[in-house]
Each structure stands twice: as C-alpha cells, then as structure tokens.
C-alpha cells in the first residue's frame, strides 16, 4: 500500500489526497507537524532529504517527493492526463505557474495567517504577497472565463493542483468575490467524484477511540 506523509493544513499534500481519492488509490496517512519539526528529523530525511511534505512511499520503498510531481506519477495512464501532446504540455504550464506564481503568494499568506503566525517582518512582506496573488487570481479568471476547466474542458490535474489552495484563498485574505469564473469552477471541482475537503482524516474515528498505538487505517472510501 502506498503511504503519504503529510500534513493535514498543506494545499501541496491535499493535492495528492484529492489525487488518491478520486483514482480510489488506498494510502496510508502518515501525519507529520510541519510546525514542530517532525519533517526535520533523521527518519523522515531519510525518506526525503529536502525535509518537506508531502512525500508519497511507494509499496517498494522508493519515495517521490513534490507534489506535482506525485500527481503526474499518479495520473499517468488515466483519464486525468491528457492524451495529447499539446494538452500535457498546457497542463505542465499550469503546474509551473502554480508552484512559480501562485503558490509563493497565495499559500504562503494563507500559511503566516493561519498555520505559523503573524510577525512583524511577515507583515512587512504581506502586501507584496497580495499582490502576487491577486495577479496569479487575475491570470486563473481570465483562463476560466467561458471554460470549465483548465485544460481541453476537462477535469485533469492542473485542475486540482490549482484547486487546492484556491479554494481556501480566503483563509490568507483573498477576496474571491471579485472572480466569478473562479468561484463557478471551485463549484464544479467540489463537485467532481470522490470529492474530499482539505482537512478530512479518515482515521478520527480510530484515534477518538483512544487507540495511539494502533496503525493508521488505511484511507480508502
């Protein structure tokens, strides 16, 4: 079974979440707080050395690490990823301007307003983040305006790579409300099969049982 170390909070490890469950993949999560450090310690270096999540172990061993990269691997041979050539290449566009344009500005807000804190010096920084953002936003509306989705019209990654810190932009201050080809295709993404939400954790149940020693459940509904 596959194994996915993450860390609930992340928009980079909910894309590989929403990946598995919409291609019914069973995994097993692995929770790791960003904000202690537990991605700094030897075992998980080991696993990856750039120390971040999320990271995808496969049944052999081997571990995949940035999560675009995990979604292409897991994509690959599905209806997810385009067939042409020109289609994959647009949708490999998407996934360098998330993580080049997008990404560096949107999340990162969203991480100081609600995962790390604010502080003076990210204060200083925020309205340059915003405004990065909001012209990353500009770029997602105008791309949307009279489609559904982001490549060919059809649900693929770029989709959900995009998806996964759009949907909470308004966590790190966004106004959404301004971008109705955004927000009408946030819609159609939440509604796609074997849609989760960005915090889901199926094994609640077990751990509210008060079993910390059991095995993570494997995450497959």
Not at 81 to 89: I, S
Not at 160 to 172: D, K, M
Request: hydrophobic share 40%.
């Amino acid at each position: 079974m596959l194994r996915l170390y993450d860390f609930l909070e992340s928009g980079n490890g909910y894309k590989v979440r929403l990946m598995l469950h919409r291609l019914a993949i069973p995994f097993e999560l692995v929770e790791l707080d960003i904000t202690k450090g537990e991605t700094r310690t030897p075992g998980f270096l080991s696993k990856n050395r750039n120390g971040r999540i999320p990271t995808l172990e496969l049944e052999d061993g081997t571990c995949l690490a940035e999560s675009n990269a995990i979604l292409c691997y897991l994509a690959e041979g599905t209806d997810l990823w385009p067939a042409g050539r020109l289609a994959r290449a647009r949708t490999l566009q998407w996934l360098f301007f998330e993580q080049y344009s997008h990404e560096p500005f949107v999340a990162v807000a969203r991480a100081w307003r609600r995962v790390f804190g604010m502080t003076p010096e990210r204060e200083a920084q925020l309205p340059g983040k915003m405004k990065g953002g909001y012209q990353a936003l500009d770029v997602m509306e105008d791309a949307l305006t009279g489609r559904r989705f982001l490549v060919d019209d059809r649900f693929g990654v770029a989709d959900i790579a995009l998806y996964a810190y759009t949907h909470v932009a308004g966590e790190g201050g966004f106004d959404l409300a301004r971008y109705p080809a955004i927000r009408a295709w946030l819609g159609r993404v939440a509604t796609e099969p074997r849609h989760v939400p960005i915090t889901w954790r199926p094994a609640d149940h077990a751990r509210q049982a008060g079993s910390p020693g059991a095995a993570p459940d494997p995450v497959f509904t």
